[in-house]
């Protein structure tokens, strides 16, 4: 699976956007991007995945770049429990999740 | 939604005894779970592959004779750390291949809660 490339932190005001970037410049044609989040000292949490189109659930919305080559997750209006850290993986459909080292939001009052 | 209940959620054990910490599956059944290991300000690592009924695929440099990992059940996984030492200390995390919603997949994963392992 291709390596994916993530600042490793962020600030952002609460009830602002929070627009988290990902590198993904090897990614292949079969393999989805995928967001998971990590509140301190819990399990992560499914958050979005898309293959090219953008996509948007209850949670966030996934901006893929048309070459594929990075995507940038939305968080639309911030809160404190949105607090975590973020990760951004790139894997082909059956191979196992492994995680890089994510981006720290710390959302802001 | 799909639940991956994991137990104990903090664990302390002195050097050399075992310990086993188990994930399971509630109101689905996971015929593929896995494990994973993090310490302190790292991220998550994949140390196996549980299949029911079968033994489990380890990741290169994860000891399995130290790493016992069972899946007897289509409801439950274990892994046992066997004679815990200090570096052994870590937050264990399992997950099964089912999304939030209880549908089996591909796509997306589901998570426990965690272990806190600490060897004194």
């Known amino acids: 699976d291709a390596k994916t490339t993530q600042p490793p932190s962020m600030d952002c005001a609460e009830g602002r956007a929070a627009n988290l970037p990902c590198n993904h410049s090897t990614i292949s044609g079969n393999e989805y991007v995928y967001w998971y989040r990590q509140i301190h000292s819990q399990g992560p949490q499914y958050i979005i995945h898309?293959?090219?189109n953008n996509e948007t659930n209850e949670m966030a919305s996934l901006i893929i770049t048309e070459d594929r080559k990075s995507s940038t997750l939305i968080l639309p209006h911030a809160t404190l429990r949105d607090t975590a850290v973020y990760y951004c993986?790139?894997?082909?459909?059956?191979?196992?999740?492994?995680f890089g080292t994510g981006t720290s939001l710390t959302v802001i009052p | 939604g799909a639940v991956v209940s994991q137990h104990p959620s903090r664990v302390i054990c002195k050097s050399g005894t075992s310990v086993k910490i188990e994930c399971r599956s509630l109101d689905f059944q996971a015929t593929t779970m896995f494990w994973y290991r993090q310490f302190p300000k790292q991220s998550l690592m994949l140390m196996a592959t549980s299949n029911e009924g079968s033994k489990a695929t380890y990741e290169q440099g994860v000891e399995k004779d130290k790493f016992l990992i069972n899946h007897a059940s289509l409801t439950l996984s274990t892994l046992t750390v066997t004679s815990a030492h200090p570096e052994d200390s870590s937050f264990y995390i399992c997950?099964?291949?089912?999304?939030?919603?209880?549908?089996?997949?591909?796509?997306?994963?589901?998570f426990g809660s965690g272990t806190r392992l600490t060897v004194v």
């Open positions: 898309g293959l090219k």
């Open positions: 997950s099964a291949r089912v999304a939030p919603d209880g549908r089996f997949t591909n796509y997306g994963y589901t």
């Open positions: 993986i790139a894997r082909r459909t059956g191979n196992q999740f492994y």
